[in-house]
């Protein structure tokens, strides 16, 4: 059976050349970057080329950038890292309903440590408002962190504009930006951050490596204790082969960046517009523009997330759901919950993400598809029958 | 989060989907806010549950123990049926994820419904027919 992959926004498939690029980085360059040895000079001159073609490819300079084991660290490095730095400074943070896990539980947890977090919703569409995020600022407030795009309605914040409220005062800046590095155009100044957060196996490179970009004069307190690795930003022996291979996927990334967002956006468009008039009661989620080249999220009427997912699943075509089933808390999606959207369409929610190797084929497949398999269940739910008869 | 081979097999082939026209018991639970909805129709004959259907609004598990509860309870009497608990359904499916339990206790709770609802059609059927008899009776100058 055919396999499609919808799903590069929980991961992507690593590049063939990003591993070849690894792979000396095992067994033949095997050196620690902090031994004095040849051996270790050569892993070193290997991760410093990686930091200095990432550090280019966001505007950024070489030693702002850390490198961490992927998004979750970054944001949690990035959050509770400044914090705890700037505890004299005041206890309050600000940040969106929509974040990902990985900043509200780092946000939560502070809550407990003493902090007053901030919480800013969101319009119909995902977006949060500048001039929200300004009426929230207090004296105490010490930070700031909106996600670049939402990973999963797609949505694209206006960063640039809460970079410059944050810049006129004073407080620092983070961005999520896991699902936009190496995917849209992205550049530290002219977004006005002062921490931003990557992922590796987000733009086609390996899982386990991430960056986080600290401005020069931002002071964080690190939660590694150890080595003296990364200027003391964060011990740990480098992950040499990790790091490699984000370098690469990055070198990649600013080569065929342009031509990708073009292919996804076609596509992206075309899936959407198969879906709202190939399927009765269907709607889109996230905003219909400022939004992501390659994520597509609907909501089907009548029909529940993790039996439309299984289905396609049972086809050969990978997706994913916001719906409740297939959460451990049985909540459905806070994304979906923040832009207003009822329990019943959340429940009915699929997201598919395309990705570089996704054929103008594998989404004619999946437009075929998923009527007939939204109709078999439809004929199954009780619902259906009642709202639409 | 990983479905039994049979939970699989009961979702890619549910048994017995559908409506009966002119039921002996209904039974209705959940609602979509919870994101399951289960209605669960059956047929009686002489005691014994002779056809059952079901309708459901979920996931992979509230499909497969709607379809499973469905095959259960049929050629059942009225007492056995009500004998089948939610272990049941969820044994007869070689397990369900700790998460996905509550699915087998909506199954339960549309079959329990189901029997109420049949029981309840009896009982007034019953006594609208002793009260017939008594009326024949009375009139009958018994």
Redesign the interface.
């Known amino acids: 059976m055919k396999r499609i992959y919808l799903d590069n926004a929980a991961t992507t498939p690593t590049d063939e050349r990003v591993l070849e690029a690894m792979l000396p980085f095992f067994s033949e360059m095997y050196g620690n970057p902090s031994s004095l040895h040849a051996f270790g000079q050569e892993a070193k001159y290997a991760i410093e080329e990686a930091r200095y073609i990432a550090a280019q490819f966001i505007g950024a300079r070489q030693e702002e950038i850390v490198f961490t084991s992927g998004g979750t660290e970054s944001n949690n490095t990035a959050i509770k890292g400044v914090a705890y730095a700037r505890r004299d400074k005041g206890n309050h943070i600000i940040t969106s309903k929509i974040e990902h896990h990985a900043v509200l539980e780092p946000c939560h947890f502070l809550e407990k440590q003493g902090f007053e977090v901030t919480y800013i919703p969101v319009d119909q569409f995902g977006l949060v408002d500048p001039a929200d995020v300004k009426k929230a600022i207090t004296g105490k407030t010490i930070l700031i962190s909106v996600m670049h795009a939402n990973n999963e309605i797609g949505t694209i914040e206006p960063i640039a504009e809460i970079g410059k409220i944050s810049r006129d005062k004073g407080i620092y800046f983070h961005t999520d930006a896991v699902q936009t590095c190496g995917h849209v155009p992205v550049d530290v100044s002219e977004l006005s951050v002062d921490l931003f957060s990557a992922s590796g196996h987000k733009l086609y490179g390996p899982k386990g490596v991430g960056i986080l970009y600290i401005r020069k004069g931002v002071r964080i307190l690190p939660f590694m204790h150890g080595g003296d690795q990364e200027q003391g930003r964060r011990a740990s022996t480098h992950n040499v082969p990790g790091i490699v291979g984000f370098g690469k996927a990055v070198e990649l990334a600013r080569e065929e960046m342009a031509k990708e967002m073009e292919q996804l956006t076609m596509l992206r468009d075309k899936m959407i517009k198969g879906i709202l008039t190939g399927i009765e009661y269907a709607r889109l989620n996230g905003h219909p523009k400022e939004r992501l080249p390659n994520n597509v999220n609907v909501s089907i009427s009548y029909v529940e997330g993790e039996s439309m997912l299984l289905n396609l699943d049972m086809e050969g075509i990978a997706c994913s759901t916001g719906s409740a089933c297939t959460s451990s808390s049985l909540e459905p999606s806070h994304v979906l919950a923040a832009t207003g959207l009822s329990h019943e369409l959340a429940h009915g929610s699929l997201r598919f993400t395309l990705g570089k190797l996704t054929s103008e084929e594998d989404i004619d497949y999946t437009l075929t598809r998923l009527p007939v398999i939204i109709g078999k269940l439809r004929a199954m739910s009780p619902l259906y029958k009642k709202e639409v008869k | 989060?990983e479905y039994s081979e049979k939970v699989?097999e009961h979702?890619?082939n549910?048994r017995n989907?559908g409506e009966i026209e002119n039921p002996d018991g209904v039974g209705?639970v959940g609602n979509?806010?919870?994101?399951?909805?289960?209605?669960l129709y059956i047929k009686v004959k002489d005691g014994v549950i002779t056809d059952a259907k079901f309708?459901?609004?979920?996931?992979?598990?509230?499909?497969a123990t709607s379809s499973m509860v469905t095959e259960l309870v049929k050629n059942r009497t009225i007492d056995e049926a009500l004998k089948i608990s939610n272990r049941a359904v969820t044994e007869a499916l070689g397990g369900l994820p700790p998460?996905k339990m509550?699915c087998s206790v909506l199954a339960e709770g549309a079959l329990k419904k189901a029997l109420d609802d049949y029981r309840g059609r009896i009982s007034v059927l019953t006594s609208g027919e002793q009260a017939k008899k008594l009326l024949t009776a009375v009139n009958s100058g018994v």
């Open positions: 989060m699989m979702f890619r549910p989907v209705r979509p806010v919870c994101g399951d909805i289960m209605e309708k459901t609004f979920g996931c992979g598990a509230a499909i998460i509550h």
